[in-house]
C-alpha cells in the first residue's frame, strides 16, 4: 500500500524559512516524480514544485520561482521542500504527491495517482 507522509509544517514569520518532508513508503521511489502543491482556505489546489524520478530537471511555480526548492534522496525515499523567504501568501496546506513510473514531473494534479494527507504551513505578517 502506497503511502506519503508529509511534516515539517508550522507557524512562522514572514522572512522565515522552513523545510517540509514527505516520506514515501510501498512503492519504487526512485521510480516516480514527484510534486508539492498547495491549497489555501477557499482556493483550488495550486502546483509549487515538482521533480523528475531522475532529481532533473525541476520545475516550479513562478509564485515560489527562487525562493523554494525541491529535492530527493531516494536512499530515504524522502521528498523535500525547503521554502525560504517565506510570505504571508504562501499560508496553505501543503500536499505532497507522486507520479506514475517513469512519467515526466507535471504542473497538473490529475497526473499525480497518490496524495499525502497535507501540512499547514501558517506564515505571519
Known amino acids: 500500500q502506497v503511502q506519503l507522509v508529509e511534516s515539517g509544517g508550522g507557524l512562522v514569520q514572514a522572512g522565515d524559512s522552513l523545510r517540509l518532508s514527505c516520506a514515501a513508503s510501498g512503492v519504487t521511489f526512485s521510480r516516480h516524480a514527484m510534486g508539492w502543491f498547495r491549497q489555501a482556505p477557499g482556493k483550488e489546489r495550486e502546483f509549487v514544485a515538482s521533480?523528475?524520478?531522475?532529481?532533473?530537471?525541476?520545475v516550479y511555480a513562478d509564485a515560489v520561482k527562487g525562493r523554494f526548492t525541491i529535492s530527493r534522496d531516494n536512499a530515504k525515499n524522502t521528498v523535500y521542500l525547503q521554502m525560504n523567504s517565506l510570505k504571508p501568501e504562501d499560508t496553505a496546506v501543503y500536499y505532497c504527491?507522486?507520479?506514475?513510473?517513469?512519467?515526466?514531473?507535471?504542473?497538473?494534479?490529475?497526473?499525480?495517482?497518490?496524495w499525502g494527507q497535507g501540512t499547514q504551513v501558517t506564515v505571519s505578517s
Open positions: 504527491a507522486r507520479r506514475p513510473a517513469f512519467g515526466s514531473t507535471s504542473l497538473f494534479p490529475s497526473d499525480y495517482t497518490y
Open positions: 521533480i523528475s524520478w531522475t532529481a532533473s530537471p525541476a
